[in-house]
């Protein structure tokens, strides 16, 4: 965007471009969202940031009236085209420098930590350690307002190694302490364990509970009419939690539980990309609108959300599980695989949430002769599962589609269907298509004549870079 288009999208506080750029105002010391309602600053003493983290990086503290590091969510879409940044960027929003350094991070992704600072500085302005700092400080901020979790039990679940800590940098950033801060904006106090995952209000929370509880997978995942939960374990911990609607306030809550509340920096950004909470529908919508095949398959004109899986190696098991047999007969055998993996969770969790699912070196180790897999299905799997435990195939989300195709697709008895399937559930790669898919081409049929693949993939060609949502309007088309 030129200097001229941000001070346009700026007086016209055009909430379109909210998350798109921010503002400061070099008198105030404050930087604002472009739809923020205060007085507007003459534009000489304007200044423009294509993130806020650069704008938190020239000293100027967020806008305690628009809250821009709160009503927007900074961390949709990376703000790079360099695959290891973005997994970077990830796995910070995630809360991994709250546990492991820096020099960790870098050899996880196979460069130097000075390469790691190089690339963050080149490419978005700001060292990885002052992202993480800058992160942990906004996350808190919406604890804060959000929840009525202890100052200390905030402190801690932002990854501040101490209090004294946590008050010294929410200070420099917002010029004033987490207690006056909860004091002056009069919070109630609430749930501590509840969260609140804003979206815009065109999404269908009812539409994605509809697809998950088709399947759901019993033990590991309970979905009922107006509510969804699982069990989880990250690396330092385990729990469970459930997502509910509130309509009329446009977010869902999160209720977390677990014995760590470390964990809940992670959690929460999972499960804002499982309900694909982040994705600029007005920009595919624009593209489907007046596309007939697709239309059919809009809600009111709008393009369905993508259900992404919670835990990208479980879905990528349970794809192998359903290679050409139903739903139900898949979730069937991932049921028996969570069985014979025996990973009980507890006696305090609820009825419905028996285990948790099996992670890559567990399922090397389980025996599932006896679970009805075929001899074939069952070498495929065990062959997937290696290939992720010594990093032939990455489950990152950060990946091109082409890698991931080139790289999982070479492993014997996976079809093209398992590697889009995986790629557009798995990891939620928004350009995926599984051409091959039978409701793909029911959709596509024209007075009972199949297309041929090559038909179907020259068809598709128009809804790039958003083929995973094109494959979600067809099957919405079906009526199904």
Excluded at 20 to 25: G, I, N, P, T
Aim: charged share 25%; with cysteine; glycine share 8%.
């Amino acid at each position: 965007m030129t200097k001229q288009e941000y001070s346009r999208a700026r007086i016209s506080r055009d909430s379109n471009f909210d998350g798109k750029f921010f503002f400061a105002v070099k008198t105030t010391g404050i930087f604002c969202r472009p739809s923020c309602p205060s007085p507007q600053a003459k534009e000489e003493n304007v200044l423009y940031f294509d993130s806020i983290f650069k704008a938190l990086e020239a000293g100027f503290r967020p806008c305690l009236r628009c809250s821009p590091d709160i009503n927007i969510e900074y961390g949709a879409g990376y703000p790079s085209s360099h695959s290891q940044v973005n997994e970077a960027v990830r796995m910070i929003y995630d809360g991994y420098l709250n546990y492991h350094s820096l020099t960790e991070l870098a050899a996880g992704l196979g460069i130097s930590d000075r390469r790691l600072r190089q690339l963050f500085v080149e490419r978005l302005g700001v060292p990885p350690v002052k992202i993480a700092r800058y992160h942990k400080a906004m996350f808190a901020r919406k604890m804060l307002l959000m929840t009525g979790s202890s100052i200390t039990d905030i402190a801690a679940a932002s990854g501040f190694g101490s209090l004294r800590q946590f008050n010294d940098v929410f200070k420099s950033i917002f010029n004033m302490t987490p207690t006056a801060m909860r004091k002056e904006r009069g919070i109630a106090a609430a749930d501590s364990a509840t969260l609140i995952l804003k979206y815009c209000r065109n999404f269908n929370f009812k539409a994605m509970l509809s697809f998950l509880r088709e399947r759901a997978l019993k033990g590991v995942e309970l979905v009922t009419e107006d509510s969804y939960s699982r069990t989880f374990r990250t690396s330092e911990a385990q729990g469970y939690f459930t997502v509910t609607d509130d309509p009329d306030n446009s977010f869902l809550k999160l209720s977390i539980h677990s014995a760590d509340i470390k964990c809940f920096m992670e959690i929460y950004n999972r499960v804002r990309r499982m309900f694909d909470l982040d994705t600029d529908f007005e920009i595919i919508c624009d593209l489907f609108r007046n596309d007939q095949l697709l239309a059919k398959g809009m809600v009111n004109g709008l393009v369905p959300g993508l259900p992404k899986a919670f835990d990208p190696f479980e879905h990528m098991v349970r794809a192998i599980l359903g290679q050409q047999v139903s739903v139900k007969a898949a979730t069937t055998m991932a049921k028996r695989v969570v069985e014979a993996g025996g990973l009980a969770s507890g006696d305090d969790f609820p009825d419905g949430l028996e285990f948790f699912f099996p992670g890559p070196q567990e399922l090397a180790e389980l025996d599932l002769s006896g679970i009805g897999l075929t001899r074939t299905r069952h070498e495929t799997l065990l062959n997937a599962v290696q290939a992720v435990n010594d990093g032939r195939v990455s489950l990152s989300v950060n990946q091109s589609l082409n890698d991931f195709h080139r790289d999982f697709s070479a492993l014997k008895g996976i079809g093209d269907w398992t590697v889009n399937y995986v790629a557009m559930r798995g990891l939620g790669l928004p350009d995926s298509f599984p051409a091959s898919d039978l409701g793909v081409i029911k959709a596509l049929t024209v007075d009972g004549v199949k297309p041929s693949p090559a038909q179907v993939l020259n068809l598709a060609e128009k809804w790039r870079p958003y083929r995973s949502y094109a494959t979600l309007c067809l099957w919405n088309s079906l009526g199904g």
